[in-house]
């Protein structure tokens, strides 16, 4: 693995200041600039209906994707505007290192003029996120991690930095935000259910919102029917590095690039299981089921 690239401290330095540059820039420049400013000739959709994209996930995807390429040698990008016209990002997968990007995390919300959307970029080794940023621009907040050096909190504003630690939650009630979307039909009626009967659900919208939550103690649980490279190489590097615990949700193997199915991150080990076991229980056939 390509590790190496992350083990000297100047060279971790070096990227989370030139990463945090590009996405307070990417955002000053184009998304705050669109954000309540769309028209409707400025949005369409993808997969479905509630599958948006606008003009500033597109122009900032390119100028993102224009600042990564060759940085630290790495010269593969994968976004996630231009994996939808592709059809098929499997190939890019294949390379051992490279940058995946979500120029906009919570689309929708950006369109509807809700807060919480943010911009993630991750450095992938041999499949395996390795470092992860996201900037969250209406907070003024900056959160990234590095495999095996923690998880780090920066306010833009200050540029005062804290490292990010999960604690044990004294509160009772189960507490996260979770959706279905992913999960086949004849399975997701009664994982919805339970859900919602175990848990207080929240709706974020965003998995990067979300997994800065999770990190700062705000929420329990993450529960999401189907993966992606860009939504959750943040979310499991970050949960992991803050102390958390991430699984695919099935089977509670390790995440990567390549994994297919539902995830859980949770605050500790105790919760994941006692989330997992509330929300898909050891005789639900779902525990079964093969991506």
């Known amino acids: ?39 409707s000739e400025d949005i369409s959709t993808k997969s479905s209906n509630e599958d948006f994209v606008s003009i500033a996930d597109k122009k900032s995807e390119k100028f993102i994707s224009d600042q990564l390429i060759g940085f630290f040698g790495v010269n593969v990008i994968l976004g996630e505007e231009a994996a939808f016209l592709v059809n098929n990002y499997d190939k890019y997968l294949q390379n051992s290192l490279l940058w995946v990007v979500d120029p906009i995390d919570g689309t929708k919300n950006y369109i509807n003029g809700k807060k919480e959307f943010c911009s993630m970029i991750s450095l992938v080794s041999s499949n395996v996120p390795i470092a992860t940023f996201i900037y969250y621009p209406l907070k003024n907040t900056f959160v990234y991690a590095f495999k095996k050096f923690g998880a780090y909190i920066v306010d833009t504003n200050t540029n005062i930095s804290s490292k990010l630690l999960i604690k044990p939650s004294k509160i009772l009630k189960l507490i996260g935000s979770g959706g279905t979307k ?17 848990t207080e659900r929240l709706f974020i919208g965003s998995a990067g919102i979300e997994t800065i939550m999770l990190a700062k103690n705000e929420i329990q649980f993450i529960f999401h029917g189907r993966v992606t490279p860009w939504d959750h190489s943040p979310m499991y590097l970050i949960t992991k590095e803050a102390g958390g615990s991430v699984y ?35 005789d639900n056939p779902y525990r079964k089921y093969k991506n």
């Not at 992913?182 to 175990?198: A, D, E, V, W």
């Open 1 to 39: 693995m390509n590790d190496i690239l992350i083990q000297n401290n100047k060279s971790r330095t070096q990227i989370v200041n030139y990463l945090m540059n590009i996405l307070i820039n990417v955002n000053k420049n184009i998304i705050l600039h669109y954000y309540k400013n769309l028209k």
């Open 182 to 198: 992913g999960i086949p039909k004849n399975y997701r009626q009664s994982i919805l259910n339970n859900l919602k009967t175990n």
């Open 248 to 282: 695919m949700a099935i089977n509670k193997s390790e995440f990567d690039v390549k994994s297919k199915g539902s995830i859980l991150a949770a605050s500790n080990l105790q919760i994941w299981n006692k989330i997992r076991d509330l929300i898909i229980p050891s």
